[in-house]
């Protein structure tokens, strides 16, 4: 299955967000870390779920400096 | 009946530690981010929310939770209602705040807000429960709406971010406070301590700085000279400044002189 990730197209195995993270950086659990699907803030009680479809758009946004 | 010079900053009923707020960008280091808020002693913390790539970044949370600050995530760069708000979701559920300094740009190059997607965003975000604090024009009407809105502050730009022109404009600022019941904090252009007094000279109820003191020199010496020059500006305005007058006016009693 092929998924855009923050604007990069990404092969995933496993359906779940926490298996993304897990992928790209390297935990399924981070801390100061939100993750939206197709424009929708999904939350982290879902973040287990198998809820990734072929083709979603997923963006994942930490906090940086910034005024 | 004036308000005492050391009554604390409140915003949406929340009582604030000062009345400095402090933008992150631009710090050369992270390892800068723990002395300036030292020196700054600031209200709020702003940070973005960008795509994270590695967590590495996440050593910046790491240090402002340390802190123990307040966090204020923002919506920078967002050039719609529709980006703005999906931002604003994104702190919410990455940092567990509600608050949100709400930013709609309108050009790219003067940085200066889109106000018809700002008071959009706004009331999309005070629906949903957030504590909205937009970054505005100096325009008092503009003010007037997004308090209408439900925004718990104002933030009106005394000159374009990062321009460091300080206030270009005080009768729209002091316009924008006589407009509004909720705090208004001067936003975008202050590039040194004297155009921080001014803003609270002016009424303001707290200034954001974010490269005034993040790109000075010396950000940890700049971030106290902010402190002290909101402090001084929000003493001289509590303590209410003569009026200016055309002509002089001695000071020293004209009688008794010796002829």
């Known amino acids: ?67 | 009946m004036p308000d005492h010079p050391v009554t604390a900053l409140s915003i949406a009923g929340v009582e604030l530690p000062s009345r400095l707020l402090l933008g992150t960008g631009g710090l050369p280091r992270v390892s800068l981010v723990g002395p300036v808020l030292a020196a700054a002693e600031p209200a709020l913390v702003t940070v973005s929310m960008r795509r994270a790539s590695s967590l590495a970044d996440g050593s910046l949370l790491s240090v402002l939770r340390e802190a123990e600050v307040r966090l204020l995530p923002n919506t920078a760069g967002c050039l719609s209602a529709r980006e703005a708000v999906l931002t604003a979701e994104l702190a919410r559920e990455a940092l567990g705040t509600d608050w949100v300094k709400l930013e709609v740009i309108g050009d790219e190059a003067s940085l200066l807000p889109d106000v018809v997607e700002l008071l959009d965003a706004a009331e999309q975000l005070v629906r949903g429960g957030f504590i909205v604090l937009p970054y505005t024009t100096d325009d008092p009407v503009i003010a007037r709406r997004l308090v209408d809105a439900g925004c718990a502050a104002v933030m009106p730009l005394g000159s374009p971010i990062g321009s460091g022109l300080g206030v270009l404009n005080p009768y729209a600022i002091a316009a924008v406070r006589a407009a509004v019941e909720v705090p208004v904090v001067l936003d975008a252009g202050v590039g040194t301590a004297s155009d921080a007094a001014l803003a609270m000279e002016l009424g303001c109820d707290a200034v954001l700085a974010a490269t005034a003191v993040t790109r000075a020199d010396d950000p940890v010496t700049m971030a106290r000279a902010l402190r002290l020059g909101v402090e001084a500006g929000r003493l001289a305005h509590t303590a209410g400044r003569i009026p200016r007058s055309e002509v002089a006016r001695a000071s020293s009693p004209m009688t008794g002189r010796v002829s």
């Open chain 1, 1 to 67: 299955m092929t998924i855009t990730c923050n604007g990069e197209s990404v092969r995933i195995a496993a359906r779940t967000i926490a298996a993304l993270l897990q992928q790209r950086l390297g935990a399924a659990q981070p801390d100061g870390v939100a993750v939206a699907v197709n424009g929708e803030v999904v939350p982290r009680s879902v973040w287990s779920a198998p809820l990734l479809c072929d083709g979603d758009v997923v963006d994942v946004v930490t906090a940086v400096q910034g005024g």
